[in-house]
């Protein structure tokens, strides 16, 4: 993870179902890129969290954003 990436990405990242919870009633943007260019949305389902992607979901994620840049 990187300096740049969000509360909600890392929580994404890491399977935090509790801090992605807290997180979304204070999220204004819920799909930032991160530092791979990828939104929190594609985060928990390249990682398996499939809850967390439901959550996002629920909350409003984009399921067609496509990724910020390829590496």
């Known amino acids: 993870m990187a300096p740049n990436d ?3 990405s890392i929580a994404a990242q ?3 179902e509790a801090a992605i919870q807290a997180l ?5 943007h819920i799909d930032p890129l991160n ?7 594609m985060t928990a389902a ?7 992607a439901s959550l996002l979901l629920d909350h409003g994620a984009n399921i067609n954003a496509s990724r910020g840049f390829d590496y």
Do not use: F, K, V, W
């Open 46 to 52: 390249h990682a398996g969290h499939t809850t967390i």
């Open 6 to 8: 969000t509360p909600l």
């Open 35 to 41: 530092s791979r260019g990828e939104t929190p949305l």
């Open 14 to 16: 890491t399977g935090d």
């Open 24 to 28: 979304l009633p204070q999220t204004s």
